[in-house]
T-cell receptor, first 113, second 113 residues
Framework: DGGITQSPKYLFRKEGQNVTLSCEQN?????MYWYRQDPGQGLRLIYY???????QKGDIAEGYSVSREKKESFPLTVTSAQKNPTAFYLC????????????FGPGTRLLVL | DQQVKQNSPSLSVQEGRISILNCDYT??????FLWYKKYPAEGPTFLIS?????DKNEDGRFTVFLNKSAKHLSLHIVPSQPGDSAVYFC????????????FGGGTRLMVKP
């Protein structure tokens, strides 16, 4: 059945290390999104992509990078430039039309060693 | 500057009673609103939405009310059940911003048996 998968569920990062979070969807959605959630806070948009080979920065893109080489995949790299990476990362997808619901994956928790 | 605010970080309700979760927004361009429900360590799931042309939308035990003049919306859950215990996020979108969502900080609902 269709859905969004994120891996790994937990990820540990050492100081100065880049890590990549995986997001895959088989919903045939053109649009994909990455959000960050911190304790007690709402979801903040990191990057989004409305179509393959195109993506835009969200509200908190600094220290992150993405690629969109395939419709199904939208990996997020947390670079060493992101000084406070500990958070819960959520990937979502939708049809890129107004009022279309965004569907979320189960999330990846990133922790710094 | 938070454009979508959920001023109550938590709410405790007895099973069978009504739960009322509130959300305020400041951006008058928002014209579509959604509620998502989130369990710990999982992604949010879509619950219910409302367009600004309506002031009420109902789906089973869940009803969302929109007061445009007050820039306020609320989610009513009647009757509340222990399985409703989760964090609820309010989100809003602007017709000119495609399918981008702005999220509130969330309200943790605890339904006591």
């Amino acid at each position: 059945d269709g859905g969004i998968t994120q891996s790994p569920k937990y990820l540990f990062r050492k100081e100065g290390q880049n890590v990549t979070l995986s997001c895959e969807q088989n919903l045939n959605h053109d649009a994909m999104y990455w959000y960050r959630q911190d304790p007690g806070q709402g979801l903040r948009l990191i990057y989004y992509s409305q179509i393959v080979n195109d993506f835009q920065k969200g509200d908190i893109a600094e220290g992150y990078s993405v690629s969109r080489e395939k419709k199904e995949s939208f990996p997020l790299t947390v670079t060493s430039a992101q000084k406070n990476p500990t958070a819960f990362y959520l990937c979502a997808s939708s049809i890129p039309r107004n009022r279309e619901t965004q569907y979320f994956g189960p999330g990846t928790r990133l922790l710094v060693l | 500057d938070q454009q979508v605010k959920q001023n109550s970080p938590s709410l405790s309700v007895q099973e069978g009673r009504i739960s009322i979760l509130n959300c305020d927004y400041t951006n008058s361009m928002f014209d579509y609103f959604l509620w998502y429900k989130k369990y710990p360590a999982e992604g949010p799931t879509f619950l219910i939405s409302i367009s600004s042309i309506k002031d009420k939308n109902e789906d089973g035990r869940f009803t969302v009310f929109l007061n445009k003049s007050a820039k306020h919306l609320s989610l009513h859950i009647v009757p509340s059940q222990p399985g409703d215990s989760a964090v609820y996020f309010c989100a809003a979108s602007d017709n000119n911003a495609g399918n981008m969502l702005t999220f509130g900080g969330g309200t943790r609902l605890m339904v006591k048996p």
